[in-house]
């Protein structure tokens, strides 16, 4: 048998001070990135990121630096792994 809990929780400082900050840091993030035309840019590194990820899974590979220029090529002149990852993971 598991001995009783505590009437309250041993919690330290630390314990507080760290999501207090985290959460701190939340909030100037979110508000820094209110300010921003778009702030769905910040979003597009991560979301590319992942898409070349979970593709390259699939067997289609599509390099991170060729899914962030294919934005500024022609969609005839980008490889077909390109275009198979912007299509479902990019769209703009």
């Known amino acids: ?15 507080i001070d760290a999501p207090t900050r985290a959460a701190m840091a939340v909030a100037r993030l979110d ?3 209110s300010g921003l035309p778009n702030p769905a840019l910040l979003a597009r ?6 898409a070349v990820s979970t593709w390259a899974i699939e067997g ?6 060729e899914t962030l220029e294919s934005d500024f090529i022609a969609e005839q002149k ?3 792994a390109v275009r198979e990852v912007k299509k479902l993971h990019c769209r703009r």
């Open 1 to 15: 048998m598991l001995p009783p809990l505590p009437a309250a929780p041993a919690v330290g400082f630390p314990a």
């Open 31 to 33: 508000m820094a990135a």
């Open 45 to 50: 590194p991560t979301i590319r990121r992942e």
């Open 60 to 65: 289609t590979y599509a390099t991170y630096d």
């Open 78 to 80: 980008l490889s077909s």
